[in-house]
């Protein structure tokens, strides 16, 4: 399948994405999904589709620690799954746009 991308690697159509799609975004990333990535990408996803926006990288740690624990909320759980940063690469993997924070 050929994914239509902006210039840093998001998908551009949100509604094209599904987990081939991610598996897909994750090979090019060099990053190779787990169990736990797929938590993290799917929560991401019911969030924007919640909420209509992408958080800062605080409150995605805050939200993520609501939802799923202290032990999976926390910066250094986060940056282990995704060491290049967790919320640009949990949108990115998720189909999501980069967020208005990320660089």
């Keep these: 399948m050929f994914l239509k991308l902006t210039d840093q ?23 190779s999904l787990s169990a736990e990535h797929w938590e993290i990408i799917l929560f991401m996803r019911h969030y924007y589709l919640d ?4 958080p800062n990288a605080r409150l995605f ?5 609501k939802k799923l624990g ?3 909320g926390n910066s250094r759980y986060l940056h282990k799954l995704f060491p290049d940063g967790p919320l640009k690469f949990t949108c990115k993997l998720a ?5 208005p924070t990320c660089l």
């Design 9 to 31: 690697g998001f998908l551009v159509t949100y509604a094209d994405w599904n987990e081939e799609v991610a598996i897909q975004l994750a090979e090019l990333n060099n990053i």
């Design 51 to 54: 909420f209509k926006h992408l």
């Design 70 to 72: 202290d032990e999976k």
């Design 61 to 65: 740690t805050k939200a993520v620690a």
């Design 95 to 99: 189909g999501l746009p980069k967020p």
